[in-house]
């Protein structure tokens, strides 16, 4: 009966942890990497900010100058004057005449 049951493995007491030290090149290469796709996307967004503020600068540009074509139709000539002018007298409001005054 003793051999029916397995026996029991006794637990390790110093349980023995492996890894594998991966650097030098293979850390400079990815480092290489991360700072040329940094570079790349730096690039990218102020090209992209550049055509962007050359849209704007030549709309409105273009919108004062269709403005100004609009707006310098010619006009008609000012009548001359006539040299006639209108006789004005000065009211103070605070002094109000008295009748017969």
């Known amino acids: 009966m003793a051999l029916d049951r397995p026996a029991r493995e006794r637990p390790a007491r110093f349980i023995?942890?492996?890894y594998r030290r991966t650097g030098g090149v293979l850390a400079l290469v990815t480092c290489?990497?991360?700072?040329?796709?940094?570079?790349l996307l730096t690039v990218a967004?102020?090209?992209t900010v550049l055509v962007?503020?050359?849209a704007?600068?030549?709309a409105t540009l273009l919108v004062r100058v269709l403005r100004r074509g609009l707006r310098s139709r010619p006009e008609?000539?000012?009548?001359?004057?006539?040299?006639?002018t209108i006789e004005a007298e000065v009211v103070d409001p605070e002094r109000r005449r008295r009748p017969g005054t």
């Open 16 to 18: 023995s942890i492996g």
């Open 32 to 39: 290489a990497v991360a700072a040329l796709t940094a570079v």
């Open 45 to 47: 967004v102020a090209a």
């Open 52 to 54: 962007i503020g050359l």
């Open 56 to 58: 704007v600068t030549a």
């Open 76 to 84: 008609s000539p000012a009548a001359p004057w006539q040299g006639d």
